[in-house]
T-cell receptor, first 113, second 116 residues
Framework: KQEVTQIPAALSVPEGENLVLNCSFTDSAIYNLQWFRQDPGKGLTSLLLIQSSQREQTSGRLNASLDKSSGRSTLYIAASQPGDSATYLCAVSLNSGTYKYIFGTGTRLKVLA | SAVISQKPSRDICQRGTSLTIQCQVDSQVTMMFWYRQQPGQSLTLIATANQGSEATYESGFVIDKFPISRPNLTFSTLTVSNMSPEDSSIYLC?????????????FGSGTRLTVV
């Protein structure tokens, strides 16, 4: 059974710092992996999607890497800002036919001004 | 990618009653899903809403408790039946397979349900 774990569970950093969020999954047979952002009381916003054949994706100050063989992904946030404060979730899709995702436990990030 | 309108955004309900949550997508999508997020926890998939047929439920979730409809490619409803305080959660719908963004995965803004 696929399990997705995120470390740390919570993180508080001063504005301007670069930071790394970690995601690990137990079954390397994934189709793709996505990173999402969830603001309090809101739905989820997709940040980056990495196909299983890719090793990284970049969007602005965000960079996500994928090491499928070791069951790990990292989300790198450069020059953090208070507006980055949110919960970050990673999720893995198990196969191409169903689009079903297994979500991680989330990292709650607070960037201090 | 697709945009989802989810209603209601929140509700407080009496135990024993039922609540129906609606999701309207602004474009036709292949797949729609319903998730539950219990307080302090991550998302758990309840079911896949299939257009024109019965939903596919995940382990631990049954149709009698969470009946789902999907009459067309842009709309779905989830009903939480015979509610108890343990059903207090955020319920989210999501959609995937939009023609303009086939790999995209869009979420509604969620329904915060409190059962008293």
């Amino acid at each position: 059974k696929q399990e997705v774990t995120q470390i740390p569970a919570a993180l508080s950093v001063p504005e301007g710092e670069n930071l790394v969020l970690n995601c690990s999954f137990t079954d390397s047979a994934i189709y793709n992996l996505q990173w999402f952002r969830q603001d309090p009381g809101k739905g989820l916003t997709s940040l980056l999607l990495i196909q299983s054949s890719q090793r990284e994706q970049t969007s602005g100050r965000l960079n996500a890497s994928l090491d499928k063989s070791s069951g790990r992904s990292t989300l790198y946030i450069a020059a953090s800002q208070p507006g980055d404060s949110a919960t970050y979730l990673c999720a893995v899709s198990l196969n191409s036919g169903t689009y079903k995702y297994i979500f991680g436990t989330g990292t709650r990030l607070k960037v201090l001004a | 990618s697709a945009v989802i309108s989810q209603k209601p955004s929140r509700d407080i309900c009496q135990r024993g009653t039922s609540l129906t949550i609606q999701c309207q997508v602004d474009s036709q999508v292949t797949m729609m899903f319903w998730y539950r997020q219990q307080p302090g926890q991550s998302l758990t998939l309840i079911a896949t809403a299939n257009q024109g047929s019965e939903a596919t439920y995940e382990s631990g979730f049954v149709i009698d408790k969470f009946p789902i409809s999907r009459p067309n490619l842009t709309f779905s409803t989830l009903t939480v039946s015979n509610m108890s305080p343990e059903d207090s959660s955020i319920y989210l719908c999501s959609a995937s397979g939009d023609r303009s963004d086939p790999y995209g995965y869009t979420f509604g803004s969620g329904t915060r349900l409190t059962v008293v």
